[in-house]
């Protein structure tokens, strides 16, 4: 590892990460003389204002500015200060104070060292079965979320592994509470996913939520674990789930599964996260009545209100599981009396394994649109983070966790502004060189689209690893996972006289998705099965506008490496960002002509502007 950890929004504060800090109040007394010195700024007095929670009050008192917050708040506070004046603005006055209290970043790191669907290398505090990490990584690491204002982070997968379960038994408490007090000051906590069936591990033949037993060892387990820990912010499951256990086993529903835990870990003040993410994953693709999307909310929304006050239902934005474009999930707006997350994906999975260029705040901020935002209460992201020097593999990647913070703190944020903050703070560009780079994170994610998955379709991607053209290689998987390109139409019916999904959308929505004629271009594939000469609104036929943008997007990216070749960046992330570029358009190219192909050779349609396609 590189002795300068580099990775981070905050280059001025990069040599020196804040050590004996105990709490968010002490780190932010300890970040304002560090920064401010190097800024050549005033250091504003701090004034503990428990009344003020994770809120801050920036204001000027006597010529000096002071910063007024609880303990966590005058970390926020800190971190803004200090962020606007290195953005070369004035320091902010006012009060702040975050729109979603509860800020998740959920990692999906094995104990073993390695983590699921992780692109930036490997655990930053895992290794070997244990705990095992190097506080001054863990200090940036730290600084990273609490200066984005992530508050909470689960420190493993929700695919609980039998290592991971030794993290909530006795054997492993010690090491957790360790952990707690390295992010302790940094005004985030920590969380741990549970295996639903875990009370098994100790003689009890049953996972039954209603079963006395199991109810009795769960409490007891949450007794001492939060006495290891006692602001642990609660347990995350993932049930039912892609094998995983859970209460359907027993013939209960999610409902008295998730309370059963709730209970547990209410005396403590701890929250229970209980995963929407449960569909039939062992599909028969002869079978076209059971459409996959449909899981959640046949699951959930009949449970509207059955929740207790302590359950936290995470929903993942779409319905199916964070596809290029997917319409928001209608789970989301069917469950007004569930306290809801909104669940987004760091990790590029399906987006281009943090080799491919793809900022995602426009996507939030799209995807959001017709969610207001109070519809949930909290919100958490799937980490992109890992042991790579500059931590995310990407050094733009840093870009999507810096942004998630700020989403989550206000989401109706502007993408772009933040987009321009993240640059202006990271590089410090000439002007029309920070204007090319944010130009070119907002309209990434466009690029990417254009030369994977058409119009909403999804699912054409390798399932071996997620990375890569594959047109049918989920095709007849047991997934539920199928574009059903055929030699005349794609795409699946997902009207009423379909599947009926939109039937799942409230009125408005309904109407938007439930026509070819009203459905948005880039969801038309997602809702209607069209043939391939159905006449786009812009005239070209569907399987023209397929070739176009498969066409498109592989020259857009040549043209992001000219861009990129034309910014004075400093090393290593000049080197690293080409490298990486270089890979993209290589991958969009295959992209290109796989899906092109594909399409081709089904159709029989040749491109009108004869460009090369194989057959
Ligand atoms: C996807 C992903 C899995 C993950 C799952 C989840 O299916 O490929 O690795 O476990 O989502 O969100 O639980």
């Known amino acids: 590892m590189s002795e300068a950890i580099r990775r981070t929004w905050l280059p001025y504060l990069n040599d020196d990460v804040p050590a004996g800090c105990a ?39 006597s010529g000096r500015p002071v910063i007024a917050g609880g303990s966590a708040g005058l970390l926020y506070g800190a971190y803004a200060y200090l962020e606007a004046l290195a953005a070369g603005e004035d320091a902010p006055e006012g009060v702040q104070k975050p729109f979603y209290g509860l800020r998740m970043i959920d990692c999906w790191d094995n104990a073993d060292g390695s983590i699921e669907r992780g692109y930036s290398g490997r655990s930053l505090w895992f290794e070997g079965g244990r705990f095992q990490w190097d506080p001054r990584r863990i200090r940036q690491l730290g600084r990273m979320l609490g200066s984005a204002g992530v508050n909470a982070l689960c420190v493993n997968n929700v695919n609980v592994h039998a290592e991971a379960e030794d993290l909530i038994e006795d054997a492993g408490l010690t090491e957790l509470a360790r952990f707690a007090d390295a992010l302790r000051p940094f005004g985030v906590k920590l969380m741990v996913s549970v ?47 892609e094998h995983r256990p859970g209460p359907f086993t027993y013939g209960r529903s999610h409902a008295e599964g998730a309370n059963m835990l709730a209970r547990a870990v209410a005396p403590h003040g701890g929250v229970l996260v209980w995963r929407a993410f449960v569909y039939n994953c062992m599909q028969d693709w002869r079978d ?13 929304a009949p449970l509207d209100g059955q929740f207790d006050g302590n359950v936290i239902l995470q929903v993942k934005n779409g319905p199916y599981d964070f596809q290029v474009r997917e319409p928001v999930s209608p789970t989301l707006l069917a469950m007004p009396n569930t306290n809801l997350a909104l669940e987004w994906q760091l990790a590029q999975e399906y987006t281009g394994h943090q080799i491919d260029l793809y900022a995602m705040n426009p996507m939030w901020h799209e995807m959001t649109a017709d969610l207001p935002p109070e519809t949930v209460m909290a919100v958490a992201a799937v980490s992109n983070l890992g042991r790579d020097d500059n931590f995310t593999g990407h050094p733009f990647a840093a870009a999507n966790l810096y942004g998630y913070g700020r989403y989550a703190w206000n989401p109706r944020v502007d993408p772009e502004a933040v987009l321009r903050r993240w640059a202006r703070l990271t590089y410090a560009l000439p002007g029309a060189q920070e204007d090319a780079l944010v130009a070119m994170l907002m309209n990434s994610r466009s690029v990417y689209e254009k030369y994977t998955a058409p119009l909403g379709l999804c699912w054409m991607v390798n399932p071996e690893g997620h990375y890569g053209p594959s047109p049918y290689g ?3 998987s047991l997934w539920g996972t199928y574009n059903r390109a055929g030699r005349d139409a794609v795409g699946i019916d997902r009207t009423a006289a379909g599947t009926g999904y939109v039937l799942q959308y409230p009125e408005a929505l309904r109407r938007r998705y439930e026509t070819p004629e009203a459905c948005p271009d880039d969801l038309l594939l997602f809702f209607h099965r069209l043939r391939y000469d159905y006449r786009m609104r812009d005239g070209r036929t569907l399987i023209q506008r397929i070739y176009d943008d498969h066409f498109e997007g592989a020259e857009q990216t040549e043209a992001m490496a000219r861009t990129l070749e034309g910014l004075s960046l400093p090393e290593p992330d000049k080197t690293e960002a080409l490298e990486r570029m270089r890979l993209q358009i290589r991958d969009a190219r295959e992209w290109r002509d796989v899906i092109n192909t594909f399409f081709r ?15």
Request: aromatic share 12%; with cysteine.
């Open 23 to 61: 709490t968010p109040a002490e780190t932010a007394a300890f970040e304002l003389a560090l920064g401010c010195q190097r800024l050549g700024a005033p250091v504003p007095g701090l004034r503990e204002d428990a009344a003020l929670g994770e809120g801050y009050h920036i204001y000027t008192e």
């Open 195 to 241: 295996n639903f069936a875990q009370p098994m591990r100790h003689g009890i033949p049953t996972a039954d939520p209603l079963d006395e037993a199991v109810q009795q060892w769960w409490a007891e387990r949450a007794d001492a674990v939060w006495r290891a820990v006692p602001d642990l912010a609660g347990f995350l499951v993932k049930a039912d789930s």
């Open 288 to 300: 076209k009545k059971t459409d996959r999307p449909m899981a959640a909310y046949e699951t959930y």
């Open 474 to 476: 989920y095709e007849f």
């Open 601 to 615: 050779r089904l159709s029989g349609v040749d491109d009108e502007k004869t460009r090369t396609i194989y057959d």
